[in-house]
C-alpha cells in the first residue's frame, strides 16, 4: 500500500472490545485492570500482549508506534516524549552490547551535538566527527575509531548537504557498527533509511510528522535486532511520550504525505525566485541542479520531492542586516523550530550555531549573511511577496 494511504489507516482500529472505534482514543490510565489474575500474571510477564502500565506500552502510543513502524518500514517503533529523548534511547540501545564509541556527522542538529558532547562524552563514550558528505574520509574514520555507532541525519543542518545513507549503512554494517539516521528533515515520503540499511531511524516528530507546532513528540523506529533493547530502555528509564501527545502527532500524520509534497512544492519556487532576486548571493535548496550533493539526492530521494528547508546568503548582510530583514517579515514567522504549517525563518549564528566560534562557522560554510527558512504550505505568492517586500530595502 502507498505511503499516503498508510499515513491515514496504519495502527488505527485495534478490536479491543465488540465496538472498535475509527480512530485511536486518547488512554490516560497509568495501568490496565483484568478480571483474571492469571492473565494479568502473562501480560507482566510479556507471555501475553496486553497493557498493563502505561510506562511499558499504552494503546493510544501503541497506534502511533505502529503507524511510524509502517511508514519507515522497520520491525517497531518507540514514541518518546521529544525528539532528543527519541535520539538518546536510539544511542544507548545501539551501544549497550558494541564498543562504547560514536561517529557521529560533524553538522548535525545543535541538541544532538550538546547530547554527545555534554552527556555520552563525561559518561566514557569516545565521540568523533566526520563529514558525511565525503565517503572516503567515513571508511577512513570507521577504520581508525571502531564505532560501535554511526550517527547521522538525512539532511543537514543548516546548509542541507546529503550524505549517500545506503553506502554509509555498508561501511558501518562491516565494521559491526550500529547505524542511526535522524529523518526529521528528510521524513518517509522521500527517503526511508530503514530500507537502506540503516538499524534504527529517528524522528523530532514535532516538526513535519505532527506539522502544526503545537506538540513536542520523538519516535525511533527500529529494526528487529535492537527492538527488545530499545523497549527495555524505555521501561526502565521511562522516556515515552503522553497519550495526548501521541494523538496529536497522530492525528498529524494523517495528513503529513499532502502536506509534505506542498512543502516540497513551494521549496522548490521559493529557491528558485531566491536564486534570481538580486540581493541574494547564494541558495542551498537540495533540489537544485548545481546543489553538491545532487547526484546522491537523485538516486536516493523519491523524484521531485527535494525537501521543505531553503537556506540562503543575503548580498553583503551582516548581522544587523539579517536582523532588520527578518524583522521587515509580516508572514513569515520568525521563530525556532521547522516543518511546521507556518513558513518559519531563524539565524544559524545567532541561534544552532551560537557556541561555533566564528572561524570554525566560516570553515563550516556558515556565514554571518546566512539564513534557514522553513517553507510553509501557506500560497507560495504570499511567501514570495512577504520575502520581496522584506528584502527589497537591503
Ligand atoms: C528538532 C530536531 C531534533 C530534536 O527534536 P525535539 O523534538 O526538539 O526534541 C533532533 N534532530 C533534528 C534534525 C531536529 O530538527
Keep these: 500500500m502507498d505511503i499516503r494511504t498508510r499515513a491515514i489507516h496504519a495502527g488505527d482500529r485495534k478490536k479491543a472490545g465488540p465496538h472498535v472505534p475509527v480512530t485511536t482514543p486518547i488512554y490516560t490510565a497509568a495501568s490496565f485492570f483484568y478480571e483474571d489474575m492469571e492473565q494479568l500474571d502473562r501480560v507482566f510477564g510479556r507471555e501475553q500482549a496486553g497493557y498493563c502500565y502505561s510506562r511499558y506500552d499504552n494503546p493510544s502510543n501503541g497506534a502511533l508506534e505502529e503507524l511510524m513502524r509502517s511508514l519507515e518500514g522497520g520491525h517497531g517503533a518507540l514514541a518518546c516524549a521529544s525528539g532528543m529523548a527519541a535520539i538518546q534511547t536510539a544511542l544507548m540501545a545501539a551501544l549497550t552490547e558494541r564498543p562504547k564509541a560514536i561517529l557521529a556527522a560533524d553538522a548535525l542538529y545543535g541538541a544532538t551535538i550538546s547530547v554527545l558532547l555534554k552527556v555520552f562524552a563525561p559518561l566514557g563514550i569516545e565521540v568523533a566527527f566526520v563529514d558525511m558528505c565525503d565517503l572516503a574520509a567515513v571508511e577512513a574514520a570507521i577504520a581508525a575509531r571502531r564505532p560501535g555507532c554511526v550517527l547521522m541525519e538525512t539532511m543537514s543542518n543548516p546548509l542541507l548537504r546529503v550524505g549517500q545513507v ?14 542511526i539516521v535522524d529523518n526529521t528533515f528528510g521524513t518517509p515520503l522521500l527517503i526511508r533509511p530503514m530500507e537502506l540499511g540503516a538499524n534504527m531511524v529517528v524522528h523530532s516528530a514535532t516538526k513535519y510528522l505532527a506539522g502544526h507546532g503545537d506538540v513536542l513528540a520523538g519516535i525511533a523506529v527500529s529494526d528487529e535486532p535492537h527492538y527488545a533493547t530499545l523497549r527495555m530502555l524505555s521501561r526502565a ?16 500524520i494523517k495528513t503529513f504525505p499532502l502536506r509534505m509534497e506542498r512543502h516540497c512544492a513551494n521549496a522548490s519556487r521559493v529557491a528558485q525566485w531566491l536564486k534570481e532576486h538580486p540581493s541574494i548571493e547564494r541558495v542551498h535548496f537540495p533540489g537544485d541542479p548545481g546543489h553538491p550533493d545532487a547526484a546522491t539526492v537523485r538516486r536516493l530521494f523519491a523524484p521531485g520531492l527535494y525537501g521543505g528547508m531553503v537556506s540562503f546568503e543575503i548580498r553583503g548582510a551582516h548581522r544587523a542586516e539579517i536582523f532588520r530583514f527578518m524583522e521587515r517579515l509580516k508572514l513569515v514567522v520568525r521563530a ?18 551560537r557556541e561555533v566560534p566564528p572561524e570554525q562557522r566560516e570553515r563550516m560554510g556558515i556565514r554571518d549573511n546566512l539564513v534557514r527558512l522553513s517553507v510553509g504550505i501557506e500560497a507560495v505568492e504570499d511567501i514570495l511577496e512577504d520575502l520581496e517586500q522584506a528584502l527589497e530595502l537591503e
Design 166 to 179: 545506503d553506502r554509509i549503512a555498508q561501511l558501518a554494517r562491516a565494521a559491526g557498527a550500529a547505524f
Design 336 to 353: 525556532t523550530s521547522l516543518g511546521d504549517v507556518h513558513s518559519m525563518i531563524l539565524y544559524p549564528v545567532m541561534s544552532s550555531h
Design 237 to 252: 528509564y521511562g522516556p515515552v511520550l503522553g497519550p495526548f501527545e501521541s494523538y496529536l502527532t497522530m492525528r498529524g
